[in-house]
């Protein structure tokens, strides 16, 4: 499975599997304000179906989430929230791709900036690193929480139109084109598969294998990116 990084598909499942995610209620919202904007009916939206679907996950109020609506369609008012991709190289030469929504892109740049000079990277200019890196869908299903066996559950991911999956001790991360996601997603769901996470990721075309000791400072630097509630993921080529 050219591409995928060991690393990457670990912190997500291990996502899944918490059934939380590190996201604030302030990002969640701000990724529901951005989906509504195509529209604010999630049967009718799926980028706006995502988006609830892991703020009911994460326990955001229902009000919390019918305002980030509105906000997006224009029904309120505030700031405007921009989405923004920000490029980097981390420790030992790791290809760093920002994903941020954000209502102040210079306050935004700034602590990007500053946390790449803290941890020993740098901050790059626009298309430098995206080129390595593409979307893709990522879908997780918990083997434990279908009524399906093993078997059936694999002949229903290997029928439902997706690109590969990988599977560690019943946690499966199934992978699809950009395109393709909901057509998929649907596709499992149909056959009775609970999905427990779905979303559009950037994925590493290639990866790279640093040393111990600049995997941690790596690993450092994308957690505190993590942190900023202006950044929604962070993704890196680093196996």
């Known amino acids: 499975m050219s591409g995928h990084s060991k690393w990457a598909t670990t912190k997500r499942k291990k996502a899944a599997v918490d059934a939380k995610r590190s996201a604030s209620f302030t990002k969640l919202a ?9 529209g604010g009916d999630p049967s009718m939206n799926f980028s706006l179906r995502l988006a609830v679907d892991r703020a009911k996950a994460a326990s955001m109020p229902k009000e919390n989430i019918e305002r980030a609506i509105k906000r997006g369609t224009g029904e309120l008012g505030g700031a405007a929230i921009e989405e923004m991709i920000y490029e ?3 420790p030992g030469g790791v290809a760093i791709l920002i994903q941020c929504l954000t209502d102040n892109r210079q306050r935004t740049v700034a602590s990007i900036r500053s946390l790449f000079n803290k941890f020993g990277g740098s901050l790059a200019e626009a298309g430098s690193v995206a080129y390595l890196f593409e979307k893709r869908g990522q879908i997780i299903v918990n083997l434990s929480d ?31 084109s950009f395109d393709n996601v909901a057509a998929v997603s649907k596709n499992l769901e149909d056959t009775g598969a609970k999905i427990d996470s779905l979303e559009i990721i950037h994925q590493p075309k290639t ?3 640093v040393s111990e000791e600049k995997i941690t400072s790596v690993e450092k630097l994308i957690e505190t990116l993590e942190s900023d509630d202006d950044i929604v993921n962070v993704y890196a080529n680093m196996d």
């Open 30 to 38: 701000n990724a529901i304000s951005i989906a509504a904007r195509d």
């Open 207 to 209: 990866t790279i294998s």
């Open 146 to 176: 279908v009524d399906l066996s093993q078997e059936e559950l694999e002949t229903a991911i290997l029928e439902s139109g997706a690109d590969d999956y990988e599977n560690d001790d019943g946690v499966y991360v199934i992978y699809t």
């Open 88 to 90: 980097g190289y981390g």
